[in-house]
C-alpha cells in the first residue's frame, strides 16, 4: 500500500508539473522578450530595460521598456520623503508634465494602449499584476513605491505603485496606472496631473 502510495503521488507530481509547464507555454507562446540596458546619454544612468515582441495579425509589435523607474532629474521632480536615498530603489517621483522631460529622445512615457499590451502578455488586467511586480517572471520589477501629492505630502510605498501614462485627459487630470499589494488587478484612473508618481520609458520599433 505504502509503495502504491508513492507511486500515485509520484504520478501526480508528474502530471501537475507538465500541466503547469503546458500552461506557462500556451500562456507565453505568442510573445517572448528579452533582457538588455541602456545608458541614458543625459546623466550616464543605466537601465535595466526588456524588449517584448508579439505576434499579432501575421506580423509582430515589439516594444522595448524600462525595466526600472526612471532616476533622471527634472527640475521640480521628487523623491520619496524627500529623502534622495529612495531614488536609487525606487526611481524620482514626476507630474505629468515632468514625466514627459525624464524620457531620454526615442523614448516616451507609454500610452494606455502599451500599458495594455504589455498587460496581455501576462494575462491581462485582472491577472498580471503578480507577475509584473519585483521578482517575478516578467523581469519588470515594478515596486510598491509609493506617491507625492501637491501638497508635498507622501502616501504608499510598500503598499502601491503608480506610473503614469501618456493620456492627458483635460487641462488638470491625466491617467495612471496602480499596482497593489497582494492584489493580481491591475487598475487604471485618472488622477491630477500635479501629483507626482513614479515613471517608465517605452521605445517602439514597429
Wanted: a neutral charge; one cysteine or more.
Amino acid at each position: 500500500m505504502k509503495i502504491r502510495s508513492l507511486l500515485f503521488l509520484s504520478l501526480f507530481s508528474l502530471v501537475m508539473i507538465t500541466t503547469i509547464a503546458q500552461s506557462r507555454e500556451a500562456k507565453n507562446k505568442h510573445f517572448s522578450h528579452k533582457m538588455g540596458t541602456y545608458t541614458d546619454p543625459r546623466d550616464g544612468e543605466v537601465y535595466k530595460t526588456i524588449t517584448f515582441i508579439r505576434e499579432h495579425h501575421g506580423g509582430t509589435i515589439e516594444r522595448t521598456w524600462y525595466a526600472e523607474n526612471v532616476r533622471f532629474y527634472v527640475p521640480g521632480s521628487k523623491t520619496y520623503n524627500s529623502t534622495p536615498e529612495y531614488a536609487q530603489t525606487f526611481g524620482r517621483l514626476y507630474n505629468y508634465e515632468q514625466a514627459n522631460r525624464a524620457c531620454p529622445e526615442g523614448w516616451h512615457v507609454p500610452t494606455i494602449h502599451e500599458w495594455k499590451h504589455l498587460f496581455h502578455f501576462f494575462g491581462g488586467w485582472h491577472h498580471s499584476g503578480k507577475y509584473l511586480i519585483e521578482g517575478k517572471e516578467s523581469d519588470m520589477d515594478m515596486m510598491f513605491g509609493g506617491f507625492g501629492q501637491p501638497d508635498g505630502t507622501f502616501k504608499g510605498i510598500g503598499v502601491h505603485g503608480n506610473w503614469w501614462d501618456n493620456e492627458l485627459k483635460d487641462s488638470n487630470s491625466a491617467g495612471i496606472i496602480t499596482l497593489k499589494k497582494g492584489d493580481e488587478d491591475i487598475y487604471h484612473s485618472r488622477v491630477g496631473d500635479s501629483h507626482y508618481l513614479s515613471c517608465r520609458c517605452v521605445k517602439f520599433h514597429n
